[in-house]
C-alpha cells in the first residue's frame, strides 16, 4: 500500500522525501515511485532539502554524500 505525497498533509514533504529516499536505498527513481512524483520533482526537493536544514539529516542517513 503506497500512498502520494499529498496524501499526507499532515507530514512535511521533507519527511516523505527521507523516507522514500531511505526505503528506496537512496534511489531516487524508486523513491519518487513511493511517493507518486516524478524523477524530476524528486530531484529538485533534495536539491532544495540539501541547501536546507536537511543537509545533516540526509548525510547522516547515508542518502546524500
Known amino acids: 500500500d503506497h500512498r502520494d505525497l499529498h496524501s499526507f498533509p499532515t507530514r512535511r514533504s521533507s519527511d516523505l522525501i527521507v523516507d522514500a529516499l531511505r526505503v528506496s536505498n537512496g534511489n531516487r527513481a524508486k523513491a ?25 539529516e540526509l548525510q547522516s542517513r547515508g542518502l546524500i554524500s
Open 32 to 56: 519518487a515511485q513511493l511517493l507518486g512524483i516524478t524523477e524530476r520533482l524528486m530531484g529538485l526537493r533534495v536539491r532544495k532539502y540539501r541547501s536546507e536544514e536537511h543537509t545533516s
